[in-house]
């Protein structure tokens, strides 16, 4: 009913759960969980309890002492009546209590307008995800499951041959011992209980003998199963799609996440880890379509600095790589090759991150005094982005926090630290939250607008997964054409910089087809 007013803490779950029932949730709605976190977006976690210890004169129990923990927890239903009655009335109080004070706030903030358009809208967006899946194929992660099996007992029995005995290749302390008693390579870290193993450790001892390029990878191949594969088999409905549990409250960037199981981390670095993308599949006689903004990070940062000379690389299509690689390396722009370009790109990407030299010599593996060069002869091809960042880190240090160019706020108490490392950790959040953020905010206006105009005009078509600044939509095959004009116009349009944001689109039956 349009002339009632909902209040809720998490409308999202609200949504998904009325929806199971045929109910279906309409604005106007209010979502005391999301305004909580935009003014506060650094807690580890929201709940009731918090809004009224903050923002009502009655604390409310946690969800956690209500129901016990461990193996004394219990079902609401066995919980005494005038107990639950009496946590419920103390919800609806402190809600009722804290709507009004956290409104006023957004607005004394200047950001009711990103909780209202932004925020809020798409909470429904992303229930709608929830409530739609991606379809997976079983057999497909069976299938893989066999190969990399296989893959797993080879390299067990290389390790074996090269250690020279049978060991638990899972356990720190056997590997350990392999390692540093047996074949003697040298300590590289001690914990408590040992030695050390982890991937650092693994890293520095990769040239020092060929069993550990095969610990690496067994570990890699080990995780593919165990993690993703086990762990996406578990989470399939029966209906074969996957249903994950989108977090608009997690990122203190605003960035959402995935949960249960996370889809905006499927690996990526090796083939068999590729190859999962495979069992995420478009339903019977429909299409994926993917599309991924081009570059929208650096294109932010040009239009946030208006620096002249990034804004033209974009407007006239130049190669932004290419085009730092000819600055810093004072190359013509044809001759510039794959490795300076490669540097470069590691350069533009670094100084998004606010990155060090010492950052950049480890990322290139190249002399520290040569990484300085590298970013000295940066800021001297881009001298507005250099003006643009002393700005923001001049400006977190005055008001304690930085912005967004949608007003997202990020509390920054670090940059103040008397300690370097602290400080330095707190100058490259500033520097990045601008940038990552409106990133952030831009997707999410480009998902509510694909939505609502999806919606609309009425196509067989849906948003299923975000990954950063990549939206896919399941379409039928009738309406993909325009599917793909909608979903390609409202990523576009999303918002107006100084340069264009550009996607970059594919279609395919699968996710990895259509990468």
Request: net charge negative; charged share 30%.
């Amino acid at each position: 009913d349009k002339s009632i007013v909902k209040n809720s803490f998490d409308i999202k779950e609200d949504i998904v759960l009325l929806d199971k029932l045929g109910i279906s949730l309409k604005l106007p709605y209010h979502d005391l969980m999301l305004m909580h976190y935009l003014i506060d977006p650094s807690r580890s976690s929201y709940d009731v309890k918090t809004l009224s210890e903050v923002y009502s004169d009655y604390e409310v129990l946690s969800t956690a002492d209500l129901i016990d923990k461990g193996a004394k927890t219990k079902l609401y239903r066995e919980i005494d009546q005038n107990d639950l009655n009496n946590y419920l009335a103390s919800v609806l109080y402190t809600m009722e209590n804290s709507k009004d004070k956290l409104i006023a706030e957004l607005k004394d903030y200047q950001m009711y307008d990103l909780y209202e358009d932004i925020e809020i809208k798409l909470s429904n967006v992303l229930a709608q995800m929830e409530i739609v899946g991606f379809v997976t194929d079983r057999d497909v992660l069976e299938n893989l499951k066999s190969e990399i099996d296989k893959i797993i007992e080879n390299l067990t029995t290389e390790i074996y041959e090269l250690a020279g005995c049978e060991f638990n290749i899972n356990s720190t302390k056997q590997l350990g011992e392999v390692l540093f008693k047996d074949l003697e390579l040298p300590v590289i870290k001690k914990t408590k209980t040992g030695f050390s193993t982890d991937a650092s450790v693994l890293e520095k001892l990769r040239d020092k003998h060929q069993i550990i390029p095969k610990i690496e990878q067994y570990r890699e191949m080990y995780k593919l199963r165990s993690t993703y594969i086990e762990g996406l088999e578990n989470s399939i409905d029966e209906d074969g799609r996957i249903r994950s549990t989108f977090r608009q409250n997690i990122a203190s960037t605003g960035r959402l996440s995935s949960t249960e199981p996370n889809l905006q981390n499927l690996p990526i670095r090796t083939e068999e880890g590729k190859k999962i993308r495979k069992a995420f599949k478009s339903g019977p006689g429909m299409i994926l379509i993917d599309a991924d903004y081009s570059q929208i990070e650096l294109r932010i940062l040009a239009s946030l600095s208006e620096d002249q000379n990034m804004i033209d690389a974009f407007l006239n299509g130049v190669d932004i790589h290419t085009k730092t690689a000819s600055e810093v390396f004072d190359t013509p722009i044809d001759e510039v090759t794959k490795v300076q370009r490669y540097n470069a790109k590691a350069v533009n990407f670094g100084i998004i991150y606010g990155i060090s030299d010492y950052g950049l010599s480890q990322n290139l593996n190249i002399p520290r005094p040569l990484a300085k060069d590298y970013i000295k002869n940066y800021m001297a091809s881009y001298p507005n982005i250099k003006k643009y960042m002393d700005n923001i880190i001049k400006e977190a240090k005055n008001k304690g926090y930085t912005q967004t160019l949608f007003n997202r706020r990020r509390y920054i108490p670090e940059i103040s630290s008397k300690n370097f490392n602290v400080r330095s950790f707190g100058e490259r959040v500033a520097l990045n939250t601008p940038i990552q953020g409106t990133a952030a905010d831009i997707i999410k206006i480009a998902m509510i607008k694909t939505y609502e105009n999806l919606k609309e005009e009425g196509l067989d078509a849906s948003i299923i997964l975000q990954i950063h600044d990549e939206i896919i939509i399941e379409s039928s095959l009738d309406d993909k054409d325009r599917a793909i004009e909608i979903l390609r116009d409202s990523m576009e349009s999303a918002a107006k910089l100084s340069v264009p944001l550009l996607v970059d689109l594919d279609i395919g039956e699968s996710m990895y087809d259509s990468k």
